[in-house]
């Protein structure tokens, strides 16, 4: 059974930092590569960050490019958000998820991804 447990959310204040973690079991880590998603109330679940298999390749959204960096730890099967010069825009619930086999173009998308957790909730305060 496949688990990703995000943890790490919370409020902070506009140019503040927080670090999300998803810790994942029942799966081979290495082999896949691990996205963050958000979701703001009333909108669609949206691109982050994604990292490859190996950690060798790192992809970003614009909007957070410069701000956020995803990371991971294969022996400890975690991947890692660190958010900084948070803004309130990034308020949302962030979802950590799996995607087996994907390539450049395919990493991006929501769809490709074949296990997700529960979401932390980020609120940045103005």
């Known amino acids: 059974q496949v688990r990703l447990v995000e943890s790490g959310g919370g409020l902070v204040q506009a140019g503040g930092s927080l670090r999300l973690s998803c810790a994942a079991s029942?799966?081979?880590?290495?082999?896949?590569?691990m996205g963050w998603f958000s979701q703001a109330p009333g909108k669609e679940r949206e691109f982050v960050a994604a990292?490859?298999?190996?950690?060798?390749?790192?992809h970003y959204a614009d909007s957070v490019k410069g701000r956020f960096t995803i990371s991971r730890d294969n022996a400890k099967n975690t991947v890692l958000l660190q958010m900084n010069s948070l803004k309130p825009d990034d308020t949302a619930v962030y979802y950590c998820?799996?995607?087996?086999?994907?390539?450049?173009?395919?990493?991006?998308?929501?769809?490709?991804?074949?296990?997700w957790g529960q979401g932390t909730q980020v609120t940045v305060s103005s």
């Open positions: 998820a799996a995607n087996y086999g994907s390539s450049r173009t395919t990493i991006r998308a929501r769809s490709s991804y074949s296990y």
């Open positions: 029942g799966l081979t880590f290495s082999h896949y590569a």
């Open positions: 990292i490859d298999w190996s950690g060798g390749s790192t």
